[in-house]
Each structure stands twice: as structure tokens, then as C-alpha cells.
């Protein structure tokens, strides 16, 4: 029976103009994909089934419209539009995946997720988590899921299936069902957009800005109006850059469309102002490379909000035009950190900055009750800061939260539990519209981690110190995730592997770095919190409310007997001056940029226990000689602007060692250890670098200058694979024979 209700909805779906709706298919694995291949037969239009394990259908069943794919590749599927995606939920939930995949989702399709029985999900979850949780930690059921089902199942569009019964609403739309409209062809809300930026666009220096939720034609405005610039009298290269090449696809694809019918256009244009060039290529170049085109090039900036703030200033600054689009609330998380943090700071700029505002949608109807439960589940935040009206006039900022009193800065220092969080929506809300205006790469998966992780802490100054408090307002959040602790058996092969750099676990980010980094097992076995998130409202920053978390943070880290307070961050003037000030000391810096936020990560710490004093000042002259090799060997060429703010900072920051220990003979102790494992090819050159470079300068002038070429020939990233294999064996042959000779004969 339940065979044929699935069927009978499905023909009647067809029937109607209906808004995408959800299908949950809710009981054991084998009867949900009988279920499925019922469904199929029902339709033969484009499908995604995502799944991690291999779904069989019946021999006879021929779905050769059905793609299917692994929940890791999720985001090659981006830039397709899908009639049905289907989620396999018994791999485990993966939140960032289903948020996006609900924006490839066509006109009337559907998302299937085919799950465990209801009441079971949340614990079924626990035991197979689509997301990792820390290395050590088991929980017994997802409060994410939890609280996920309670929404599905309130929700009046929802369709759900199990064995025993069938809920199937229909959401119709209202509206006569009609034909897309032509390829390319822009909508009036599309045209006016256009006009204004292309119109913009001619003054001698702008900046010009797309806002829309997804499925308003962003990237396919962006195609068409980087088509139509470069055919401007002025334009001598055109690029795009995004998050990810995948984010600029559909921008590239526009382009090239709209380049092919305008072709009799250009060519005559050219001809007309001697123009022998063909029609350029709209390229796409990392947010990381910007620094190296040429100011005059105009950028095309799709998905703006998940790329660093300090990159897309830099970009306005340096390029005489600057077209960006971008999504307010959409599965990277960021738009509202992409309002608070970049929007007034453009003003500053250019007089020429417009922004416009894309309402309704084209991939679906208006009113979709998909796109309404998914925000619902994934971005629960109370949005404060919305940008003005869809409009053509420049930009104006308008103070944020004017109705707060900047005077009033009583605060209350709270730990909350997290089952309490997802019964109370308002708070929730708070703390992740917070962490989202902070924090550019908060995602979906970040609440999954916050609310099912039982290493990770929430802690808030409210303004009551009752949270049954009516109006409770939350200031400030801090996201605490507790390391180490771990206990290992005498020469565990995972303790040395994470010594030597060859294996990492899940979670302890800065215990296990600083345990690989100084070659020793204390800082994985000892007690730690890394502060991995830390916001405070826009409207009352810069009144000490930061630093007042930080001290009760570290109030409540002594009480619980933990050695080291760690956070670890992109590394800026701004932030680290800030961490300074709370006493925490520079320790490490990631050798490699991040490729959004063009940031080199930084760790930083303050000791709380005697033991930790005492072990960090042994190591902190390691720390300094790193450092040193970072600032003059991998900055020392490097001429871009992040690369000048970075020797800056960490000039700044610099820790100076403890002359009162004797750190030389620990020094030389990390040093040749590194190098001994490198030898015995059991650590990366990469995390070897720093201390091949301190050995140099206490070599003969004959060894180390052949050590010294060896060494820089192994570090070109250009060099093919067995010309590497050839130079490391080399560079891995002289060190040893260095190592194995008597210091005075060198």
C-alpha cells in the first residue's frame, strides 16, 4: 500500500505546479530502497543519488538517467540542476552537503533523504556521523538530529514514508505551470541589476555588488555582465576568481554562451578601433593569486561571502573595477560576517560602489517550502543586518543595532547546556548569528559539531543571570573545544606517527601540531582548551566585552585543571594584537597560505599550570628559530601586500625565550631529532625545513653552502616526481653523513 500512495503522489505531483518539496523515506536500509527503486520508475528525469555505499537496484531496472556519487564529491555537483537528489542518510549526515545540494534541486523536484526510523535517527547518527568528530569521543545521541526531525516533522510541506504509514501533503504553487524562460534571457529584476552595474562600470574606479539568496541568477547576471565589459574600449584582461573553481562555473559558462552569440557584434567593434585580439577568456585565477595581476584587469568575484574579508578589501583597493556577487544566507554560512565585516569598509573606497539586490527565484517558485524548512534547519540565526532595498543609488551604510545602549555593559558569564540550546530557538539563533558575522567559514557542519560534540563547550555573556529571562540577549560566545588528555601505550605507532608528522587523528588540532612541532608527547597527553570561536555582537564591540570572555574562559579552564589555554587563527594585525593583549604568546606558523583566506594560520597560547610554564618556556627558542626561518627564508621574496602585513605581525609578536633555562640544549635536541626522522623518512621536508635551515649557519662555509643548494632545489615546487625522489635522497644522504660526522672535522 504504501507502493502505490508513493505513486499515486508522485503522478499527482506531476499534475500540478507544486514547490519543491522534501521526501523523507523513514526505515530499515533494505525497505527504503525498495521504496526508492519504486520512485524511480516513476519518473526518468535527471537524478543524483549521493551515497557512500553501493545502492543495487534490480537487475532489471535500467536508471541510466541516475548519477550517482559519493557525499565527499557533493560540491561537483553544484553547478547541475537535478529534477530528484536522493541522500542516503544511513552513511551518516553531512549538513553542509544537504544545504547546498537543495540549490540544485529544479522547479517541482524533489529531496529524498532515505533515513532510519524516526525515533531512532538521533542515535543511529551518533553511531555513524556523517561529519568527524575528535579522536577518543563517543556520544550517544545527535541533539542536531534531533532537533532536524522535530523541524521536518512540523513542517506542513514535508512528505515522510515509513513502513507502517504514509504522509504525503502536496505543496502546490499556485501558479499555471509555465516554460522556463529562454536560456541567457534575463528577467526584469535581472535587467535593471545589469544596466546599473555595466552603467557603474564606466566610471574610472568601481566596485559593484549582487546580493541574493540562491537560485536568483547571480552567476548567470555575473557571465553576462563580464561578457559585456569586455567589449568596453578599456578592458585589457578579465578574470574570475571564487572559493572554489567549481563556484565560478556557471559565471564561465554564461560568458562563453552570451561571447558566441554577440561574436558578429565584437569582431566589428574590433575592427572599428583596430582591435586584432580574439575575445578573451573570462579565467579563473585563486583568491590567493590576486596580488599578481595587473590593476587595470577587471575581477569577477562569484560566492564573495565565503572568501576573507582582508582578500576582497585588498582586491578593491587594487583593481580599477571590481564586479562581486554574492550569497546572504546559503550553506558556507558567511553572508552575514560578509555584511557586518566587508560592506562598510567599501564605502570607504569608492564613491562608485552600487549595490543591488536580486528578490525572486528562477530555479523555483516564489514561496518555496523547501528553501524555507532548509533555513530553518541549517541557518538558524536572527538576521539584524540586512542590507537596504534593492536599489541603484551607491551604497550607504547605516549604524548597526542603534537601538542598543553602548553604555550598558553588565554582563553575565554563562556555560550552556546544549539540550537547553535547541529548545530554546532564540538563543540559538543568537549564538550562531554571532559566530556567522565573526567567523567567514562557519557551515552547517559547525552547528552539527557545536551541538553533537561532547568535546566542544558553549559559553555566553548574557545580559541576565537567569537564562529563563524573558528578553535574554546574548553579547558574546566563545566555542571551547577541549584537546589532549589522550593516553598512549609505551611506543605506540600512532604516538609516533603523530610526533613525526606521518599520521594525525580526528580533532586536536593545536595539541597534536604542537606535539609534531617540538617532537614531544606531553602536549597530546596533557590537558588543554582551544578556543576555536570567539564573537561578540557588532553593536558592542571595542567595550572589553572579548577580553571579559577570555578572562572568565581562563577562570573556568583552572578550575578544571587544564594545562594551556591554545587558539589558532589566520593570522592578522588585528587578531593577534588582540590575543597579545590577553597574554597569549605567538608559538607557530602554518608554512602553507590558505587558499581563501590567502592567511597564513597561527598558533597562539597562554600556560596556566606550572608544568605548562615550564614546558613552553623550554621550547620557546625553538619556537623563535622557526619563526626565524619562516620570515627570512618562505616571506623573504614574497612582495604582496599579505606577505608585508605578516612579517609586520609577526615582528610584533615575536616571543622572546626564557634566558634563565637551558633552552640551547633543548633546541638542539628538537632540531636533530626532526632531522634524524626526515632521514629515516619518517618526517615531511615541509615540517623538516626550519631545522635544516637553523643547522646551516653552525656549518663550515664548504658544507653548508653545498647543504644550502641541496636544500633549495628540494623545496621548487615546480620540480617533476622522480627529479624530487632524486634531490631528496641527496639532500636525505648529506645530512646523514653530516650528522654521523664529529663536529670538528666539519
Not at 555582465?225 to 573553481?245: E, M, R
Not at 559547525?446 to 540577549?473: C, F, G, W
Not at 572579548?546 to 581562563?554: A, E, F, V
Not at 631529532?673 to 618526517?683: A, D, G, M, V, Y
Request: aromatic share 8%; net charge positive.
Amino acid at each position: 500500500m504504501i507502493g502505490k500512495s508513493l505513486i499515486d503522489w508522485m503522478a499527482q505531483r506531476n499534475d500540478y505546479a507544486n514547490h519543491r518539496q522534501l521526501l523523507l523515506i523513514s526505515g530499515g536500509v533494505d525497505w527504503c530502497q525498495q521504496q526508492t527503486e519504486c520512485l524511480l520508475q516513476q519518473t526518468s528525469s535527471s537524478s543524483l543519488l549521493l551515497s557512500n555505499t553501493v545502492m543495487g537496484f534490480s537487475n532489471h531496472l535500467k536508471f541510466n538517467f541516475v548519477t550517482q556519487s559519493q557525499i565527499s564529491q557533493y560540491k561537483q555537483h553544484l553547478g547541475t540542476e537535478y529534477e530528484i537528489v536522493i541522500y542516503n542518510a544511513f552513511d551518516g549526515i553531512k549538513p553542509s552537503a544537504l544545504y547546498a545540494l537543495e540549490g540544485v534541486i529544479g522547479k517541482s523536484g524533489l529531496l529524498v533523504i532515505l533515513c532510519p526510523d524516526l525515533k531512532e535517527w538521533q542515535h543511529y547518527e551518533a553511531q555513524h556521523s556523517g561529519i568527524a568528530f575528535s579522536y577518543n569521543t563517543q556520544h550517544s545521541k545527535s541533539l542536531f538530529i534531533s532537533r532536524m526531525v522535530d523541524i521536518l516533522l512540523n513542517d506542513e510541506g514535508t512528505a515522510c514514508i515509513t513502513p507502517n504509514s504514509a504522509h504525503l501533503p502536496f505543496a502546490y504553487a499556485n501558479q499555471n505551470k509555465r516554460k522556463d524562460s529562454l536560456l541567457g534571457t534575463l528577467t526584469s529584476g535581472q535587467q535593471t541589476a545589469f544596466k546599473a552595474i555595466v552603467s557603474n562600470a564606466q566610471k574610472v574606479k568601481s566596485i559593484g555588488l549582487i546580493t541574493a539568496k540562491r537560485g536568483r541568477g547571480k552567476s548567470t547576471l555575473l557571465g553576462q555582465i563580464a561578457a559585456t565589459l569586455v567589449t568596453l574600449d578599456n578592458i585589457t584582461d578579465i578574470f574570475i576568481t571564487a572559493p572554489h573553481i567549481n563556484n565560478a562555473q556557471r559565471a564561465q559558462v554564461e560568458y562563453k554562451r552570451f561571447m558566441v552569440n554577440s561574436k558578429a557584434d565584437i569582431i566589428k567593434k574590433n575592427k572599428q578601433r583596430n582591435d586584432t585580439h580574439t575575445a578573451r577568456e573570462l579565467k579563473f585565477i585563486a583568491p590567493d593569486q590576486l596580488c599578481h595581476l595587473s590593476a587595470n584587469a577587471v575581477l569577477i568575484v562569484d560566492e564573495a561571502a565565503a572568501i576573507a574579508p582582508s582578500i576582497l578589501l585588498f582586491a578593491c583597493q587594487k583593481f580599477t573595477r571590481v564586479i562581486m556577487a554574492t550569497t546572504l544566507a546559503g550553506y558556507e554560512g558567511s553572508g552575514l560576517g560578509f555584511k557586518i565585516r566587508v560592506l562598510p569598509k567599501l564605502q570607504t573606497m569608492s564613491n562608485a560602489l552600487i549595490s543591488v539586490e536580486l528578490h525572486h527565484p528562477l530555479r523555483w517558485y516564489k514561496g518555496d517550502c523547501l528553501e524555507a524548512v532548509f533555513s530553518r534547519v541549517f541557518a538558524p540565526f536572527i538576521d539584524e543586518t540586512l542590507p537596504p532595498q534593492f536599489q541603484v543609488a551607491p551604497f550607504t551604510h547605516k549604524p548597526l543595532l542603534a537601538n542598543i545602549d553602548r553604555k550598558s555593559t553588565q554582563t553575565y558569564f554563562q556555560q550552556l547546556d546544549k539540550a537547553w540550546l535547541i529548545e530554546h530557538k532564540n538563543a540559538l539563533a543568537q549564538v550562531f548569528s554571532l559566530l556567522i558575522q565573526s567567523h567567514y567559514q562557519t557551515t552547517p557542519d559547525d552547528l552539527m559539531r557545536i551541538l553533537d560534540s561532547p568535546d566542544q563547550h558553549i559559553v555566553v555573556l548574557t545580559n541576565s543571570a537567569s537564562l529563563s529571562y524573558s528578553t535574554l540577549l546574548i553579547s558574546g560566545v566563545a566555542i571551547i573545544a577541549r584537546e589532549g588528555s589522550i593516553r598512549f601505550a609505551p611506543k605506540d605507532k600512532l604516538l609516533e606517527g603523530i610526533i613525526s608528522s606521518r599520521r594525525r587523528v580526528n580533532g586536536h588540532l593545536v595539541a597534536q601540531n604542537l606535539a609534531m612541532t617540538f617532537c614531544d608527547d606531553w602536549f597530546i597527553t596533557a590537558n588543554s582548551w582551544r578556543i576555536s570561536r570567539i564573537a561578540v555582537k557588532p553593536g558592542l564591540r571595542r567595550l572589553g566585552l572579548g577580553k571579559t570572555l577570555l578572562r572568565k574562559i581562563s577562570v573556568l579552564a583552572q578550575k578544571n585543571d587544564v594545562d594551556y589555554l591554545s587558539t589558532s587563527f589566520g593570522l592578522t594585525s588585528e587578531l593577534s594584537t588582540f590575543w597579545q593583549s590577553q597574554c597569549f604568546k605567538l608559538l607557530k606558523i602554518g608554512a602553507r597560505r590558505d587558499t581563501s583566506s590567502g592567511e597564513h594560520s597561527g598558533i597562539m597560547f597562554v600556560a596556566l599550570s606550572e608544568a605548562a610554564t615550564n614546558m613552553f618556556s623550554s621550547y620557546l627558542a625553538v619556537a623563535v628559530s622557526d619563526l626565524d626561518y619562516f620570515l627570512n627564508h618562505l616571506l623573504k621574496n614574497n612582495n604582496d601586500i599579505n606577505s608585508t602585513l605578516l612579517i609586520q605581525t609577526i615582528s610584533q609578536c615575536r616571543p622572546v625565550p626564557n634566558g634563565s633555562i637551558n633552552w640551547r640544549s633543548v633546541s638542539a635536541r628538537v632540531h636533530h631529532q626532526r632531522i634524524s626522522q626526515f632521514i629515516e623518512n619518517k618526517r615531511s621536508l615541509v615540517n623538516t625545513a626550519a631545522s635544516i635551515y637553523f643547522e646551516l649557519s653552525k656549518l663550515n662555509v664548504e658544507t653548508s653552502k653545498e647543504l644550502s643548494e641541496l636544500f633549495t632545489q628540494a623545496l621548487q615546487k615546480n620540480l617533476s616526481q622522480q627529479t624530487k625522489e632524486y634531490v631528496l635522497s641527496n639532500l636525505k644522504g648529506k645530512l646523514k653523513r653530516i650528522f654521523e660526522t664529529p663536529a670538528g672535522e666539519l
